[in-house]
C-alpha cells in the first residue's frame, strides 16, 4: 500500500479538528494550551507532507520557525496559567480575566 499525500492530509485534518473540538469545549486552559499543541503540530504535518511531495525543502524550513513559535507560545502560556493559578487557584478560562488591575 502506497501512502499518498491525501493520507498524510487526512490526518492532518482530522488532528486539527481534534484541537478545534478541544479548544471550542473544554474550559481548562491546560487542555486548551494542549489541543493549540495539537492543531501547530497538524499544519505542521501539513507543510511537510506538501514539502516532501513537491520536493521542496521550504516547508520543511518553515516547519522549524512554527515549532519555535510554539515554544514561545507555550512558555507565554503556562506562565499566565500559573500566575492564574496562584492568585485564584484556579485554572479555568473564565477566570482569566482575574489577573487585570
Not at 493549540?36 to 504535518?45: H, S, Y
Not at 524550513?61 to 484556579?90: D, P, Q, S, W
Request: proline share 0%; with cysteine; net charge positive.
Amino acid at each position: 500500500m502506497h501512502i499518498g499525500l491525501s493520507h498524510y492530509l487526512a490526518a492532518s485534518g482530522i488532528l486539527f479538528s481534534i484541537g478545534l473540538v478541544g479548544i471550542i469545549l473544554r474550559r481548562d486552559m491546560i487542555i486548551i494550551l494542549m489541543c493549540l499543541e495539537i492543531m501547530l503540530n497538524a499544519a505542521n504535518l501539513a507543510l511537510v507532507a506538501f514539502s516532501r511531495f513537491n520536493s521542496n525543502l521550504s516547508g520543511q524550513v518553515l516547519v522549524f520557525f512554527v515549532i519555535t513559535v510554539a515554544a514561545a507560545e507555550v512558555a507565554v502560556g503556562l506562565a499566565l496559567i500559573v500566575a492564574l493559578y496562584r492568585i485564584k487557584h484556579t485554572t479555568k478560562a473564565e477566570d482569566i480575566t482575574l489577573l487585570k488591575f
